[in-house]
C-alpha cells in the first residue's frame, strides 16, 4: 500500500469532516466543563479531530446536529443491537415510568422472574441477579468465584474485553508472562498479584497458568471481540472446560459482545458449559441493563454460606442494580424485539455483509480477511485472520483504520470506533448493507489508484 497516498487520502477525508460538521466542532470546543471535552472519555476514540454530536436515532439511523443522517452499524457499541429506541421497548419504559413510578423503590417486581426464566431459556443458567452493567456483573462474578473457591486469582486471555474490570487488564508480555496492559489507569496493585493471563486459542499456556492451583476462575469471551473478532479454533473451547473443570477453576463465560452469535449467544451456539455467566449492554434496548447467571449447584453453595453477607455489604448488588426500570426495559427487549426470529434475520444480513467486504478485499488481492459472528462482522487488515489476542493487537493499522471510517462516514455509515466492526440490529436492511459493500468497494478502488 503507498503510505502517501493513504496519508493524503487521510487528510482529505479529514478536512472533509471537519467541513460537513461544523456544529460538531463547535459543540466540542465549548464543552470546557467536561473531562476530555466529552461526558466519558470513550466518546474521544473516534476517526477525526472531534466526535460527531448526537441528534435523533431510531431504528438502524442515527443523526448528528449538523443534520446527518448515517447508517449505523455501531448501534452503540452493541448497546443498541436491539436497534435505538423501539417502540415497544420505549413504551414499557414510559409506562413504567411515568405511569406505574417507582423505578428506584428497592421493591422487586414481577417482571424480573420473567427476565430470569428467559436467561434461563436461552442460556441455560439456572439463577439469575441483575446489575446495570456488563462490567458490575463481572465484578461481583469474580467475588462470588473467590469466595467459594477460596483462590486469589482471576484468569482472562490477553487482550480479552470485560470492561473495566482491573483484574481483567494484563496481558501476555513478550516473555510469555503475564504483564499490565499497556494504558491501564491508575491500577491498584500489580495486575499479577490478582490475575494469570493466557492467549486465546492456547491451551498448552492455559494449563501451564491453572496448575499453580490458585485461580478462582476463568473469565472469558466465547470469541474476542474488542480486539477484533477472534474465533475459537475446533476443539479449543471444550479444552477449556476440561481444564477449568480438572483443576478445580470456575469458568465465567462473558456474553456482552458475543450475544451476537444468537438468542443465546455462543452459550447455546456452541453447547457451552459454564458455571457463570455474564452479559449486558444489549438486554436492554438501550436502557442500562447486565445480568449474571449461575449454575444451581454454584448458587446453593453461596446460599449456604452463613459467613458470607449477600445482602448488604458483602460487596455484591449496588442500590440501583435490578431496578423496575431496566427489568422492564430487559422483559420488553427479549420478549419482542431480539427475538429467535431476529437473530435469524441480523445473522442474514452480517452475511451478507461479510460477503460484500469478502469481495472488495479479493477484487485487489488484499492481505486482508473478514471474520463473523452471528450479527455481527469485521474486516481486519491481516491473512489470515488473528487466532490470539496478541496477533490480532499487532494487526492494527490506525492510520489506515481512521481513513476507511471518516471515509465511510462522510458518506453517511458508521462502523463501530474500536475497530471495523459492523453489527446489524432487528431495522437493518439488505439496502443498508448493500450501501456500505458499494461504499466500501469505493474506498479500496481510491487506496488502489
Given amino acids: 500500500m503507498d503510505r502517501t497516498r493513504l496519508q493524503d487520502l487521510l487528510a482529505r477525508e479529514s478536512a472533509e469532516a471537519e467541513r460537513r460538521n461544523p456544529r460538531s466542532k463547535a459543540a ?229 459482545h458475543t450475544f451476537s452469535a444468537g438468542p443465546g449467544g455462543c452459550t447455546a451456539a456452541w453447547d457451552l458449559e459454564p458455571d457463570l455467566l455474564t452479559i449486558g449492554k444489549a438486554i436492554g434496548g438501550g436502557i442500562p441493563a447486565g445480568a449474571y447467571g449461575l449454575s444451581v449447584e454454584l448458587a446453593d453453595r453461596l446460599l449456604g454460606r452463613a459467613d458470607l453477607d449477600l445482602v448488604d455489604m458483602g460487596g455484591v448488588g449496588g442500590t440501583l442494580a435490578g431496578n423496575a426500570l431496566s427489568v422492564a426495559a430487559m422483559r420488553a427487549t427479549l420478549e419482542h424485539v431480539l427475538t429467535d426470529e431476529a437473530f435469524a434475520h441480523m445473522a442474514k444480513l452480517s452475511e451478507r455483509f461479510a460477503a460484500g467486504v469478502q469481495e472488495g478485499i479479493d477484487a485487489h488481492a488484499l492481505p486482508w480477511t473478514v471474520s463473523r459472528l452471528g450479527a455481527r462482522s469485521e474486516y481486519r487488515f491481516a491473512s489470515p485472520a488473528p487466532r490470539t489476542g496478541t496477533e490480532s493487537e499487532a494487526a492494527g493499522d490506525p492510520e489506515l483504520e481512521d481513513f476507511l471510517h471518516l471515509y465511510l462516514a462522510n458518506r453517511g455509515i458508521l462502523l463501530t470506533p474500536f475497530h471495523s466492526m459492523a453489527l446489524m440490529c432487528p431495522d437493518t436492511t439488505e439496502q443498508d448493507v448493500d450501501t456500505h459493500t458499494r461504499v466500501f468497494a469505493d474506498a479500496l478502488a481510491e487506496l488502489a489508484h
Fill in 28 to 256: 466540542y470546543a465549548r464543552a470546557e466543563h467536561l473531562f476530555g471535552r466529552v461526558p466519558m472519555t470513550w466518546m474521544n476514540k473516534t476517526a477525526g479531530a472531534f466526535p460527531r454530536y448526537l441528534d435523533t436515532a431510531r431504528g438502524a439511523r442515527v443523526t448528528d446536529i449538523d443534520g446527518h443522517e448515517y447508517i449505523d452499524f455501531s448501534l452503540g457499541d452493541t448497546g443498541a443491537m436491539a436497534g435505538h429506541s423501539p417502540a415497544v421497548v420505549a413504551e414499557a419504559v414510559q409506562r413504567r415510568f411515568a405511569e406505574q413510578g417507582g423505578a428506584t423503590a428497592m421493591l422487586p417486581t414481577e417482571d424480573a422472574e420473567w427476565v430470569g426464566a428467559e436467561l434461563t431459556r436461552r442460556f441455560g443458567l439456572a439463577r439469575w441477579s441483575f446489575s446495570l452493567t456488563a462490567t458490575d456483573a463481572n465484578r461481583w462474578a469474580i467475588r462470588l468465584a473467590r469466595a467459594v473457591t477460596d483462590r486469589p486469582k482471576i484468569l482472562v486471555n490477553s487482550y480479552s474485553y470485560h470492561g473495566s474490570v482491573d483484574e481483567s487488564l494484563i496481558v501476555v508480555g513478550p516473555d510469555g508472562h503475564g504483564t499490565a496492559r499497556p494504558g491501564n489507569v491508575g491500577a491498584p496493585c500489580d495486575v499479577t498479584l490478582t490475575s494469570r493471563v493466557a492467549e486465546f486459542n492456547d491451551p498448552a499456556q492455559l494449563e501451564r497458568e491453572l496448575a499453580h492451583g490458585d485461580v478462582a476462575a476463568v473469565l472469558m469471551e466465547p470469541a474476542l471481540t474488542n480486539i477484533g473478532i477472534v474465533l475459537p479454533e475446533p476443539g479449543y473451547l471444550a479444552a477449556v472446560r476440561e481444564l477449568t473443570a480438572r483443576h478445580g477453576t470456575l469458568l465465567i463465560i462473558d456474553e456482552t
